[in-house]
């Protein structure tokens, strides 16, 4: 319910970006931008939808159950989205970009941080030490 919630009101990853694109290249409201990209979605999601199904083995169950979700996510999202404006959708979408770029950093230093301390566990063993 959270993804739809998130669909609903403000974007997904891709539309995040093209929400910004339009607001600034464009001058559109956040509103007006989200809105003009759900329906400019819909040809993408049907084609991609189509194809992902024939080509893979879709768990029915979880889809419905991901369906209901998603439905009933987007549809208080985007009353939100409705009711609050341009200020809670620009407030959600710079929270969701700081979020997005601290994982991204935590990631590269937990990324860094693993070889060494793998090559240090290594390194300990052979030489017959134990860290255990």
Same mark, same amino acid.
């Given at each position: 319910?959270?993804?739809?919630? &998130?669909?609903? @009101? *403000?974007?997904? @990853?891709?539309?995040?970006?093209?929400?910004? *694109?339009?607001?600034?290249?464009?001058?559109?409201?956040?509103?007006? @931008?989200?809105?003009?990209?759900?329906?400019?979605? #819909?040809?993408?999601?049907?084609?991609?939808? %189509? #194809?992902?199904?024939? @080509?893979?083995?879709?768990? &029915?169950?979880?889809?419905?159950?991901?369906? *209901?979700?998603?439905?009933?996510?987007? &549809? *208080?999202?985007?009353?939100?989205?409705?009711?609050?404006?341009?200020?809670?959708?620009?407030?959600?979408?710079?929270?969701?970009? #700081?979020?997005?770029?601290?994982?991204?950093?935590?990631?590269?230093?937990?990324?860094?941080? %693993?070889?060494?301390? %793998?090559?240090?566990?290594?390194?300990?063993?052979?030489?017959?030490?134990?860290?255990?």
């Amino acid at each position: 319910m959270l993804v739809g919630l &998130w669909s609903g @009101a *403000v974007a997904m @990853a891709g539309a995040t970006f093209a929400v910004l *694109v339009i607001v600034h290249f464009f001058g559109k409201s956040f509103l007006e @931008a989200r809105a003009t990209d759900i329906v400019a979605a #819909i040809p993408e999601t049907i084609i991609s939808t %189509t #194809i992902l199904v024939m @080509a893979a083995n879709v768990d &029915w169950n979880l889809l419905i159950s991901m369906f *209901v979700c998603s439905f009933a996510g987007a &549809w *208080v999202g985007s009353h939100m989205a409705v009711t609050h404006g341009d200020k809670l959708i620009k407030r959600l979408m710079v929270l969701i970009a #700081i979020i997005m770029i601290l994982k991204v950093l935590i990631g590269y230093l937990i990324s860094q941080l %693993t070889p060494k301390i %793998t090559h240090d566990i290594m390194t300990e063993r052979r030489a017959g030490c134990s860290l255990f």
